[in-house]
């Protein structure tokens, strides 16, 4: 019977976590224990927030490690006590050093959330959903020193239709890892999945998303503005900003229709503001602005927007802004 411990951070890694408890509940494998990030402040008043991962185990009612860092030598000490066979990582958000990753029997495993070696870093669902790739998936890979270098043991893909948002295709793959995580941990063990190095030539990197990252450029075309829409959800949003009854607001959009545009309108131009739609001319073709967050507030529809509007948005410019 296998000995795992888990790190785990983000929205993925919370469906491993889950199978994991539910093998260990089978008893198939033999949980260690988990560990995660500590609790950070958060949103406007800043309060400190768990991570999905530790919200997911505080409703578990399960005990978790929470590391200020994995390199100090106090998750080191934790992991030698416990001797464990396989360090299962998944979107924890630190790079482990030699020591650590020399620690389990059978080595450490990442689940990365890419086709490898494309999208290596930390932000590998945005960019494959932003640059409208046919396909993404996951990658079960051999940690070594270094950024998403290792050999690869395992990959799943997931084809992609052009329709999907961030947050609902991270839990897709975190789902998709957990279903084959056993049977792919067993033969790494056995000795069955030797791994394959990744070719250099096809590497690409990302980096984290910051939120001027979301400021929308109304000068690219329709379709790449709509993408982007999608792969910013939920952070760190596509955002715009407005001047509206001589007040500056910054909106954040949520869904959008591409429309074929047939003015010749700048771009960022809003040239239908009425209960049919609300249209913003872009690069290429427009966009009808569906679904909205202005400051503050909750998600409403375009129309509903308009509504509470005192004046006219019609032939009013848009700019790209950060919320």
Same mark, same amino acid.
Request: charged share 20%; glycine share 10%.
């Given at each position: 019977m296998l000995r795992i411990y888990m790190l785990g951070s983000g929205p993925i890694a919370v469906p491993v976590l889950d199978k994991l408890l539910a093998l260990a509940e089978a008893g198939a494998i033999e949980l260690l224990g988990a560990g995660t990030q500590p609790d950070r402040p958060a949103g406007r008043k800043r309060q400190l927030m768990p991570t999905p991962v530790g919200a997911f185990a505080a409703g578990k009612n399960l005990a978790i490690d929470k590391f200020v860092s994995l390199n100090d030598g106090t998750a080191q000490a934790r992991l030698e006590e416990l001797k464990p066979?396989? *360090?299962?990582v998944v979107s924890y958000g630190q790079l482990l050093k030699?020591? @650590?990753? #020399? *620690?389990p029997r059978y080595g450490c495993v990442n689940v990365h959330a890419s086709l490898l070696p494309r999208y290596r870093g930390a932000s590998p669902i945005a960019h494959a959903i932003a640059n409208g790739d046919e396909a993404t998936g996951v990658c079960f890979m051999d940690m070594e020193v270094g950024l998403d270098c290792g050999k690869v043991y395992r990959t799943l893909t997931r084809k992609l239709d052009g329709t999907e948002y /961030?947050? $609902?295709?991270? *839990? #897709?793959?975190g789902e998709l890892a957990a279903g084959e995580l056993l049977d792919t941990l067993e033969k790494i063990a056995a000795g069955e999945l030797p791994g394959?190095?990744?070719d250099p030539a096809l590497v690409t990197m990302t980096t984290k998303l910051k939120k001027r990252d979301? /400021?929308?450029? +109304?000068? @690219?075309? %329709? %379709?790449a503005i709509e993408a982007m829409i999608r792969a910013y959800t939920p +952070?760190?949003? %596509? $955002?715009?900003t407005l001047e509206l009854n001589g007040e500056v607001k910054t909106l954040m959009l949520t869904r959008a229709t591409i429309l074929p545009n047939t003015t010749a309108a700048t771009p960022g131009t809003v040239v239908q503001a009425d209960r049919k739609g609300w249209v913003v001319a872009c690069g290429q073709d427009a966009l009808q602005l569906d679904e909205v967050i202005p400051p503050g507030k909750k998600a409403m529809t375009?129309?509903?927007? *308009?509504?509470?509007?005192? #004046?006219?948005? $019609?032939?009013k410019i848009l700019t790209g802004g950060c919320a």
């Open positions: 066979d396989f *360090l299962v030699k020591p @650590l990753l #020399e *620690l /961030a947050d $609902t295709l991270e *839990l #897709e793959l394959t190095v990744q979301g /400021a929308i450029d +109304w000068n @690219l075309p %329709a %379709a +952070w760190p949003g %596509a $955002t715009f375009g129309s509903n927007y *308009l509504n509470g509007c005192r #004046e006219s948005l $019609t032939g």
